[in-house]
């Protein structure tokens, strides 16, 4: 038998788990543990610590991950986009100090 197949309540999951909807967590901390949760899980370091106990906790941050990735490739597109348009800006300026040269050259 797997250990993580161990028999489980069905209704064990991370936020039971915790005791996050007690009334002695405020709504910051419970934002706080699942905002780090997020953000540990979508940077793939997985400290372990918050992880998810069902399988449709599972199946969600397998989309949130596949989500945090094409936000993560639509964001770095638009930064080398920013990159080659400042370079092709740079070889126009460039051109201009080589036509100056060029006519400075002829005087």
Do not use: Q
């Not at 250990?3 to 910051?28: C, G, Q, S, W």
């Not at 080398?80 to 050259?105: C, P, Q, T, Y």
């Amino acid at each position: 038998m797997i250990p993580d197949e161990v028999d489980r309540n069905p209704a064990d999951n991370f936020i039971d788990y915790k005791n996050l909807l007690h009334e002695y967590h405020t709504d910051f901390e419970v934002g706080l543990k699942l905002v780090y949760f997020s953000f540990t899980s979508l940077a793939t370091v997985g400290f372990g610590d918050f992880h998810p106990r069902s399988d449709y906790e599972r199946a969600l941050m397998a989309f949130i991950l596949l989500g945090g990735v094409a936000v993560f490739s639509y964001i770095m597109g638009v930064f080398i986009g920013i990159l080659n348009e400042a370079k092709r800006i740079g070889e126009e300026i460039d051109d201009g100090d080589n036509l100056s040269k060029f006519f400075g050259l002829l005087k």
